[in-house]
Structures are given as C-alpha cells and as structure tokens.
C-alpha cells in the first residue's frame, strides 16, 4: 500500500481514497464518506447513483466528524442540466474536541488528494448543509 504521511498531521491518505474518488468522477458512485483511522484517512462508505442527497445526510454520524464528497446533478437557470463535485468537512458540535482537531487539521492535506473537488463546504450540524444550500452553492 502507497501512503504519504502528512508531515503536518501524520495523517496517510489510504490509495481506495483516491481510487473511489475517480470512480466517483466517473460517475460510479454519488457520494462518498471518508474517515480517520488511526494515523489514515480510509473509506468508509460509498452511495449508489441511485441514492439521494438525503441518503447521504443520513449516512453521516450526528456525533463523530468525517469527511465526505457528494456528486450533485442540477439544473441552471438556463435550464442546462450540469454536476458539482462538493467536499464536505462534517464537524458536528457534539463530537470530541480532540477529533475536531484532528480533521481540521488534516483537512486541507486531504482535500489536496482529491483531484477534481468544485466547492467546498463545512457544516456542524444538518442546517449547515440542507439541501438548499447546497443547491445554492452550486449555481
């Protein structure tokens, strides 16, 4: 297994990151969520084409943060339909100020990996990501 330690965070980016991330662009997967093991970061579950932006809402923990990338189909105010790539850093205020540290500070690092992200995001809790606001960001 190829892994680079972040010197800042010592944190290593599992390869599958990278490899689920490409499917993902390829459009095999609608969203992935990643988190820290240990001294990495891995997969640790992958969303069908099929699943929806509340899928995905669901699957994060309401109490531990993780990283997440979501694969959203729109359509303009031209009415082109098109697709955002969204990095989301999921922080929410009931998890461990210890883990909080660790993804922020790993995050940048991480992201960096991820060839291809469109925009950005950080929530600490649901309303920070609805999907309003999602929608918004992407127009």
Excluded at 10 to 30: I, P, S, Y
Excluded at 70 to 77: E, Q, R, S, V
Excluded at 90 to 105: F, G, L
């Amino acid at each position: 297994m190829n892994e680079k330690a972040n010197a800042a965070s010592g944190m290593a980016v599992e390869d599958n990151c990278k490899l689920k991330f490409l499917e993902l662009k390829k459009r095999t997967h609608r969203f992935i969520i990643f988190r820290i093991d240990g001294q990495q970061v891995v997969v640790e579950k992958l969303g069908s084409p099929q699943e929806t932006y509340d899928d995905f809402t669901a699957s994060l923990p309401a109490d531990e943060c993780r990283y997440a990338v979501f694969d959203f189909d729109f359509t303009t105010n031209e009415n082109c339909q098109k697709s955002k790539i969204f990095f989301i850093a999921w922080s929410p205020d009931s998890s461990r100020v210890r883990m909080k540290m660790v993804y922020a500070s790993s995050k940048d690092r991480f992201k960096r990996e991820l060839d291809g992200i469109q925009v950005e995001l950080q929530a600490t809790d649901p309303s920070e990501m609805s999907f309003d606001i999602i929608k918004s960001r992407a127009l």
